[in-house]
């Protein structure tokens, strides 16, 4: 059987927006926040950290304007009883194939803000350093359902996942 790289057919759930605007949201507080009190306090930063404190405002703004919607409509994943597929990104897009007889793990994450939203992410793992496929902003039961059913599938599987 040969396996080939196609977008896969289905998209994450539609909080994954909500997610990742409010992670974004929380990493521009951190950062523009450690900014802006150096700048406060330390006199002699300002000359350069002004315009640095712009730039980077400017940066999350858009960042936080753009990059959540933009990675929702990108991001499709698939599992099948032959492979799991996946395709993220949002400059950069990347699609990946991980074979059912390859799989050596199958993991599920659920941070406090997805608990919260109800989402949870995926992570199915080979041998190969490369070999790992993350698909975030799931629904959380259709999360637990993925992986039951790829745990049935690969305990089918006669490969030997190396």
Do not use: C
């Amino acid at each position: 059987m040969e396996l080939r790289i196609r977008p896969p057919r289905h998209r994450v759930d539609r909080r994954f927006i909500l997610w990742r605007t409010v992670q974004t949201l929380f990493w521009g507080i951190g950062v523009l926040g450690v900014l802006g009190a150096v700048y406060g306090f330390v006199e002699v930063t300002r000359p350069w950290l002004g315009p640095v404190l712009v730039v980077a405002g400017v940066l999350y703004a858009v960042n936080l304007a753009v990059m959540p919607t933009w990675r929702y409509l990108v991001h499709r994943w698939e599992a099948t009883d032959d492979a799991v597929y996946s395709l993220e990104g949002w400059l950069t897009r990347k699609w990946q194939i991980v074979p059912i007889s390859r799989i050596q793990s199958i993991d599920t994450e659920r941070g406090l803000l997805q608990q919260a939203l109800g989402l949870a992410t995926i992570t199915v793992t080979t041998a190969s350093s490369e070999g790992k496929i993350t698909i975030e902003g799931l629904d959380a039961r259709v999360a637990a359902d993925t992986v039951d059913r790829l745990r049935q599938v690969t305990a089918a599987d006669p490969g030997d996942a190396t």
